[in-house]
Structure formats: structure tokens, C-alpha cells
């Protein structure tokens, strides 16, 4: 079976702080691939990253960042210099070889970036 | 282009009644999804169209629950005699035919329907 786990259920930081969402996941997959999606409080999910398990190099985009160590099952998310624009529930997914097409979520990391 | 939109926004009703909810995916995409997200929680699973075949259904809660699709479009989400447990947001995403066996494209998400069931 797979699993996601986001242990922080919410974090509050001031404006231009940094801050990281962990995500850890289970899987006994070869293959799978892993995402970050960010919902914000219009409810849509907005996609922000795919990595697949082959692929351990760190990604950057702008403020946000993503660390991906297969030796700890962690693909976690960085923001920096966090903006009140930032605040949302993210999600951590994953998919995989025996799942088929299907996403296992994360429970999700309310941040909030109060001014 | 217009992105996966999902109708009605919101949705009452009241416990027993059947509901539909509707999505329209991204024109061209071939793979349409279906997830429940709780208050609070994460998305859970419901089922998964490629074309108009359902190889996973895996994800439905109960035989209450179906789903169907037509000319690899427009699906709906079927929902009888509802339970007030059913009450959630169901998200509609859609992406390009996922290849291999290990899915790696992108997930395009609707808005949402939101269910309350009474």
C-alpha cells in the first residue's frame, strides 16, 4: 500500500520568512512519481511539481524549492522569503507502479503568511 | 483554453435523495479522475476513466457510488440515497493518457462540487 504522511497540519510564519513542508512518503514501488499541488482557499489545486523516483537532483523555481531524498522517503518544500500570497493547504502526492493512475494524497499543510 | 469545470458549484440535498454531479475535462484529455476531499483532510480516490472505460474503480465507497462517462468527455458522478457521511467536496481532474505503468502526468483539478447532505 502506499501513504503519504504531512505531519504539520498547520504552520504560521510572518511575511519574508522561510519556511519547509515536509512530506514523507510509503511506497514499494521502483517507480513512482511524486507532487506537490497548493489549493488555495478557492479550492481549486493548482499543480507545482512532478519528480520521479529516478531523478534525486533538487529542483528550484523561484522562491519555492524541493529536496528529494530517497534514502529518508522525504520530498519536501521550501518557500522562501514567504509572501501572504503563499498561504494555502498543500499537498504532497504520490503515484506509482501499482497504483495505476490514481494519486495518494497527503492530508495536506495549511500555511498561513501573516503579514 | 478552459480548464476541468465541474457543475453544480454547490449542492443540497437531503438524506436519501440521489444527486449528479457533471465534469467537463480539458478538451483532448483522455483520462478523467474522481476524488472525495473531506473537510479538513486530503483527497481520496474514487475512480479513474480512461476513454470512456473505467479500469479502476477501486476507490468507490460503496455500491451507492457509480460513475459513467461518454464520447471520452463529460462525466458524471452518481451518488444515491445519500448519506450524511457523504457530505464533501468532489473534485474532477483530468490529464493526457498516462503511459507505462506508473502514471506521470500531470493532473489538471475542476473547482469542485460541494455536497451537503441533510
Known amino acids: 500500500a502506499q501513504k503519504v504522511t504531512q505531519a504539520q497540519t498547520e504552520i504560521s510564519v510572518v511575511e519574508k520568512e522561510d519556511v519547509t513542508l515536509d512530506c514523507v512518503y510509503e511506497t514499494r514501488d521502483t517507480t513512482y512519481y511524486l507532487f506537490w499541488y497548493k489549493q488555495p482557499p478557492s479550492g481549486e489545486l493548482v499543480f507545482l511539481i512532478r519528480?520521479?523516483?529516478?531523478?534525486?537532483q533538487n529542483e528550484i523555481s523561484g522562491r519555492y524549492s524541493w529536496n528529494f531524498q530517497k534514502s529518508t522517503s522525504s520530498f519536501n518544500f521550501t518557500i522562501t522569503a514567504s509572501q501572504v500570497v503563499d498561504s494555502a493547504v498543500y499537498f504532497c502526492?504520490?503515484?506509482?507502479?501499482?497504483?495505476?493512475?490514481?494519486?495518494?494524497f497527503g492530508e495536506g499543510t495549511q500555511l498561513t503568511v501573516n503579514p | 483554453g478552459a480548464g476541468v469545470s465541474q457543475s453544480p458549484s454547490n449542492k443540497v440535498t437531503e438524506k436519501g435523495k440521489d444527486v449528479e454531479l457533471r465534469c467537463d475535462p480539458i478538451s483532448g484529455h483522455t483520462a478523467l479522475y474522481w476524488y472525495r476531499q473531506r473537510l479538513g483532510q486530503g483527497l481520496e480516490f474514487l475512480i479513474y476513466f480512461q476513454g470512456n472505460s473505467a479500469p479502476d474503480k477501486s476507490g468507490l465507497p460503496s455500491d451507492r457510488f457509480s460513475a459513467e462517462r461518454t464520447g471520452e468527455s463529460v462525466s458524471t458522478l452518481t451518488i444515491q440515497r445519500t448519506q450524511q457521511e457523504d457530505s464533501a467536496v468532489y473534485l474532477c481532474a483530468s490529464s493526457l493518457a498516462a503511459s507505462g505503468s506508473a502514471p506521470s502526468v500531470e493532473q489538471f483539478f475542476g473547482p469542485g462540487t460541494r455536497l451537503t447532505v441533510l
Open positions: 519528480r520521479n523516483s529516478f531523478d534525486e
Open positions: 502526492a504520490l503515484s506509482g507502479e501499482t497504483s495505476g493512475s490514481r494519486l495518494t
